[in-house]
């Protein structure tokens, strides 16, 4: 059993926690881009300069897993190897996509792409941290986008002094009516001017134009209004779906492949995704290692059925909001604000790094929310796959 061998696409979260869960029982490589794991829900901390949003794969990740330093460009699953950019082929007996996802800037919006800043890879919150500092802070900002991305880059560059403006077709889509509220109340104590239910019609180098002709000046614009995911399924000819997700059954296994098992942000277990974050890509890591695990066992691995618990945002340093959720993910009424909402906050923000070490330590120590009733809920049957060959 030690022997087998299995790649791990992806450093992320998803793919951390599938790396150091496997670690003791097989041939581990992660193959990841960057040196470097990415505290991906920090990056907006990172473009104001009061974190690096990085930590040491050494301290995140099992010693006896291998990480290479490279692109993924191509899976050939005729032959188990991963092609990287480099030009070496990993060869693998199971593989785990954990690509996560990608910053987007919409192409139907003119000028996007050419002059707004996307904040969601490290690459990018880097790009804007430069552009932020040749930028003088009274210079006007204007942030796309009302998630919970946009949200908390909005107020995190207010509470840094910066003048912001948030245009958003919806605040806060996710979060509870009050929970809703309270975050404008709070950025309107930031100072951010809120532009809510319009629409962004063109972007250029120095203003941003809105659906009813109004031009807001911006010496920077923040896109955080679109995620994708990087094709590498569907360039390797995976199933996917339409925005490039890698298609599974509730196993995670591909319904193309049953050596290919998913985990993440770019994964669509039976068309139902998950919401794109860490807390739905911790145990989706943990459930894509288990399954590659009973497959070498000969066993039947369990559906992947993890439930979700909250949704939390920082609204600058001094402040935060902890959204209570149903177990598939809607928006209670109840909600934690303030302070309080700022500690639990930056806890969850430890508590992600504190599991991938603690599963490094202690292999199978993680354990998540089960959500018995996923299976209700499910848009099409589950679909099946080919006995291992």
Same mark, same amino acid.
């Given at each position: ?13 998803? *793919? ?16 990841? !881009? ?12 990172? %473009? ?6 990085? %930590? ?18 191509? @899976?050939?699953?005729?032959?188990? *190897? ?13 593989? @785990? ?14 000028? %996007? ?6 904040? +969601? ?7 804007? $941290? ?20 946009? @949200? ?9 002094? &910066? ?6 077709? $919806? ?17 309107? =104590?930031?100072?951010? $001017?809120?532009?809510?239910?319009? =629409?962004?019609? =063109? ?27 990087? *094709? ?35 994964? +669509? ?10 807390? $739905?890509? @911790?145990?989706?890591?943990? &459930? ?10 000969? %066993? ?44 639990? /906050? ?7 790094? /504190? ?14 929310? =089960? ?7 499910? !848009? ?8 291992? &060959?």
């Amino acid at each position: 059993m030690t022997e087998t061998r299995v790649v791990v696409i992806g450093g992320g979260y998803a *793919g951390v926690m599938a790396a150091n869960r496997l670690a003791p029982h097989t041939v581990v490589t992660l193959v990841n !881009p960057r040196p470097d794991f990415v505290e991906r829900i920090r990056l907006h901390q990172l %473009a104001v300069g009061n974190d690096d949003a990085v %930590a040491a794969f050494s301290d995140v990740l099992a010693t006896e897993v291998r990480l290479v330093v490279d692109d993924a460009t191509r @899976i050939d699953t005729r032959t188990r *190897g991963v092609e990287l950019a480099g030009g070496e082929t990993l060869g693998y007996d199971y593989l @785990i996509y954990a690509v996560g996802s990608t910053g987007t800037v919409s192409p139907a919006v003119p000028g %996007a792409a050419e002059f707004a800043y996307p904040i +969601s890879e490290l690459e990018q919150a880097q790009r804007l $941290a430069d552009r932020l500092a040749e930028v003088p802070a009274p210079a006007p900002i204007v942030v796309v986008g009302g998630g919970l991305t946009g @949200i908390e880059a909005a107020a995190e560059f207010a509470e840094a002094g &910066r003048r912001v403006t948030l245009v958003t077709d $919806a605040l806060g889509p996710t979060l509870s009516r009050g929970a809703r509220r309270s975050v404008a109340r709070r950025l309107n =104590r930031l100072g951010v $001017a809120l532009l809510d239910q319009h =629409r962004v019609a =063109r972007v250029d180098a120095d203003r941003v134009v809105l659906g009813d002709g109004r031009e807001l000046p911006a010496a920077v614009t923040v896109w955080t209004a679109g995620f994708g995911v990087p *094709g590498l399924a569907a360039a390797s000819g995976l199933t996917t779906d339409e925005v490039g997700r890698l298609i599974t059954d509730e196993t995670l296994t591909s319904i193309d492949d049953p050596r290919v098992v998913g985990a993440g942000d770019a994964v +669509s277990p039976s068309g139902l995704p998950y919401r794109m974050s860490c807390q $739905a890509a @911790i145990p989706m890591g943990a &459930r894509a290692a288990e399954t590659v695990l009973a497959r070498m066992s000969g %066993a039947s691995p369990d559906a992947v059925g993890h439930g979700m618990a909250a949704q939390c945002l920082s609204l600058g340093r001094r402040r935060g909001l902890f959204q209570v959720n149903t177990i598939d993910d809607r928006a209670r009424r109840l909600y934690i604000g303030g302070r309080t909402g700022a500690l639990i /906050k930056e806890q969850v923000c430890r508590m992600t790094i /504190k599991w991938l070490r603690d599963e490094a330590q202690r292999p199978g120590s993680y354990r998540w929310r =089960r959500d018995p009733d996923r299976q209700h809920r499910l !848009p099409v049957p589950t679909a099946p796959v080919a006995s291992v &060959r």
